[in-house]
């Protein structure tokens, strides 16, 4: 059975950092792209960074680049989200999900389409 599991969301004051874990199983980890999305109360869910778990290419969406920063660890078939400089703009659930994924590095977000297993979510919020 396929799982993915966030953990580390909860409520920082602006400019604080939050980790993000994503624990996945039930499928061969290395073949997959992991994301990471967010989506805010009325608003669409949005794509925010994603690794190729296979050789670390990353993607990342413009409002988080430089604050944000996506790792996997291969070992114990975990990815993080490390959250720095938050935004009361960040403040949403955040969902991390899998992509099949065989054809290569990426360097950008890849599209929602490919996604083909989601977590449950976990809830960030930050105050200003």
């Known amino acids: 059975e396929v799982q993915l599991v966030e953990s580390g969301g909860g409520l920082v004051q602006a400019g604080g950092s939050l980790r993000l874990s994503c624990a996945a199983s039930g499928f061969i980890f290395d073949d997959y792209v992991i994301g990471w999305f967010r989506q805010a109360p009325g608003q669409e869910r949005e794509g925010v960074s994603c690794?190729?778990?296979?050789?670390?290419?990353?993607g990342y969406a413009d409002s988080v680049k430089g604050r944000f920063t996506i790792s996997s660890d291969n070992a114990k078939n975990t990815v993080y989200l490390q959250m720095n400089g938050l935004k009361p703009e960040d403040t949403a659930v955040y969902y991390c999900a899998a992509a099949l994924w065989l054809r290569g590095r990426i360097g950008s977000l890849i599209p929602r389409s490919e996604y083909d297993y989601w977590g449950q979510g976990t809830q960030v919020t930050v105050s200003s």
């Open positions: 690794i190729d778990t296979s050789d670390a290419s990353t």
